[in-house]
């Protein structure tokens, strides 16, 4: 509402017709607007494209939830616009890659497969994660976008201040902040608050402000004392001293700005409590609203599977060739008779691929959801990866030193750990990082060594135990590749667990230096492949039953035809 005001200040012919405000809360740039071309049938809509111009749920923008998942997936729910480009309102055209023929969807129908996406994100990401909550961001302060917002802003308020102090005061604008701010007020309320919710609809009652202002009798500081004594029975604890600050603010439009800014934060504070109260109840129904979503959003666009398809495929065929391996090295195999493939097994050798998955790719459909954290987990299977093959590499060659040094492997990964950051950025180098590494090794060794009066490590003996770290960094290097092995058959164990059961599979040999580590990884990885196979393990079986019984399916699907 008060973005309306500030466009009817600066634009007084009504020839420019922008969008209805998503949120009545000030503060937003007008991002979304609509032009009307001179004839009708061509209305379009233009994104100025940026974080903010994507608004989800209730009007809250897509950039202030913390979670890159819900950014990721509420933005590749949208169509990709450069900035300033156009579409036709009333249809818009998406072209397959295959030979076959656009097919053309209405604007309805994108924006009802955009909201089943963005609910479907949004709800498991407050289920699953139990830090999820939404935070009040706004832009740098010397961005484009920043400036604009403290133009336009400005402008609104200088304009209110001088109606203000106009002889007799103009009322109309302040009139409408009232208007707003009430059902901000009205909006906190709980049902059955009928009391306090006539209260402010009285006290605000905008048509007997108007009538008021008209007689210029009017008590703006009075209203606005009411409003900060309503939202200091209306707040959280932690915005009491937001309230003392309105209450010792004397001048009657620095009070409005500040009342609105309070009121911005109160919404955020509502908003992460329904989060929060909601997450018991949506964690207990998550498996069913995520596979009635999806298949809402399938029925929508029937090639929602097509990438899932092609990772399950991938998978199928790996695990053919890993059995013709076998076979070709067993003399007395039947290479005639064909192979027998677990549907389980290749869906968790599917899942064991998502820890190797190059995320410049998009994971498949059914993943995405999980696509963040499933990144954070390689990204941090990586460095511990790395942490094994240097602790590998260092008892080899002089674990008769490192033996009495006291918790020599926690000293290795305080020191890894940070010099591995960000690893798997293309900027990070990784060779520097394990040469570092290695310098830091050999100064703990030498200074334990000398502690204890013994000789410290001889130039070659460092110069050999620095290159064998530093070799890491190479292709099909033996030491990461035993590793990356061993790790992987850990995974592969703890997916071959029944999901009830708590106990970890046998730790292989060469990683009990991250064995603490690697176990809580792989709990959080379990955990997230376990629920996936429960939401759409009715569409992984049918995509199976294709794959590996074509010929069942076909049958299955000339009987429905036939039945039909």
Known sequence: MMTRAVTQILHGSQKAQFLPVTQNIPGRALTVILQASPAPQRRCISYVWNTSSSCIHGGLPVHSFPSESVRKVCHRGLPNLDIGSSLPLHQICFCAKAASPPKVITFDELMAATRNLSNWTLAHEIAVNANFCIKQEDYPQNSFAGTVKQIVHKAFWDHLESELNEDPPEYKHAIKLFE?????????????????????????????????????????PGLANYVINTMGKLCAPIRDNDIKQLKATDNIVELLRQIFRVLDLMKVDMA?????????????????????????????????LN????????????????????????????????????????LNNGYLKLLQWDYCKTIPETLITDEVRLQELREKLNQLKVIACVSLITNNMVGAAVVDV??????????????????????????????????QIC???????????????????????????????????????????????FMRSLLALPSFQKCMPTMPGGLSV??????FLGSQYASIVNFNKKVYGPFYANILRKLLFPEAAMEKTEAETSSN
Not at 322 to 339: F, M, T, V
Not at 408 to 425: A, V, Y
Not at 514 to 519: A, G, M, S
């Open 514 to 519: 991250i064995q603490r580590e690697i176990e």
């Open 307 to 346: 990438l899932t398809t092609e990772w399950i495929k991938e998978s199928i065929e790996d695990e053919l060739s890993s059995i013709s391996d076998e076979s070709s090295s067993c003399p007395g195999a039947d290479s005639s008779s064909k192979p027998i493939i677990s549907p389980t097994l290749v």
């Open 272 to 304: 992460n409590y329904t989060i929060k109260s909601l997450r018991p109840y949506l964690w207990h129904n998550l498996v069913d609203y995520e596979r009635t979503k999806f298949q809402e959003i399938l029925e929508e666009t029937p090639s929602a």
């Open 443 to 489: 100064s703990i060794v030498n200074k334990s060594l000398s502690e204890r009066g013994l000789p410290t490590l001889s130039e070659e003996m460092q110069s050999n135990l620095m290159g064998q770290i530093a070799h890491i960094v190479e292709k099909n290097n033996p030491v990461c590749s035993l590793i990356d092995k061993r790790i992987q058959l």
């Open 406 to 439: 006291p918790d020599f492997t926690d000293h290795l990964k305080r020191i890894s750990l940070p010099l591995l950051e960000g690893m798997n950025k293309k900027s990070f180098d990784l060779k520097e990082a394990l040469n570092a590494i290695g310098i």
């Open 180 to 220: 707003e701010i009430k059902e901000i007020l009205l909006s906190f309320l709980t049902p059955g608050a009928n009391r306090i919710h006539n209260q402010i609809c009285e006290v605000l009652d905008t048509d007997l402000i108007r009538q008021q202002a008209e007689h210029n009798a009017v008590d703006i």
